[in-house]
């Protein structure tokens, strides 16, 4: 039984099995979770601690999740199912973000390249040992994400 939670953690809520792009799924998982927090907390999610916190007990869980699964996959293997570190991605990608359904569309897809490309030192990220490397990567492509769209909000208020 505690198996299946954290298969179903790990997979966000079933979202990993779907195919095709279970990355993307997994994304659009976060992105949703990301909608309804804001809309249930604005005030928190708002905020840079908020979301913080938030952001950082999506991680703790999937590390948990990883390693309850004896899911720790060898170094450069992450499987697809696994998708609770897209999730991460989103909620680090909104960090101290703003609340627009557009913000949170531009943010699914600059996510979706970064975790695809995997810029420096995301790639490298991968090789870490058990179930951080499936985790970091998504959570640097959260990073380059949260300073893509801040950069833009920047760009967009001089304009």
């Known amino acids: 039984m505690k ?10 809520g ?3 099995y779907l195919r095709p792009a279970s990355g993307t799924w997994g994304t659009a998982v976060g992105a949703v979770l990301a ?4 809309y249930i907390y604005p005030v928190f999610f708002f905020s840079w601690a908020g979301t913080t916190i938030v952001a950082g007990g ?4 999937s590390l948990i999740a990883t390693a309850a699964l004896a899911a ?13 570190d897209e999730i991460i991605g989103v909620f680090t990608a909104l960090i101290s973000s ?3 359904l557009w913000y949170l ?20 990220a991968e090789d870490l040992p058990r179930g951080w490397g499936v ?8 990073l380059y994400t949260n300073l893509s769209l801040h950069l833009i909000a920047w760009v967009a208020a001089k304009f």
Do not use: C
């Open 3 to 12: 198996n299946r939670v954290v298969k179903l953690l790990a997979s966000g």
């Open 14 to 16: 079933g979202a990993g």
């Open 35 to 38: 909608m309804i927090l804001w």
């Open 58 to 61: 999506v991680i703790a869980s």
């Open 72 to 84: 720790e996959p060898a170094a450069g293997d992450d499987p697809h199912w696994i998708v609770i």
């Open 98 to 100: 703003f609340y627009s």
């Open 105 to 124: 569309i531009l943010a699914f897809f600059i996510f979706r390249f970064f975790d695809i490309t995997k810029p420096f030192p995301a790639r490298q």
């Open 135 to 142: 985790v970091i990567d998504d959570v640097i492509a959260g």
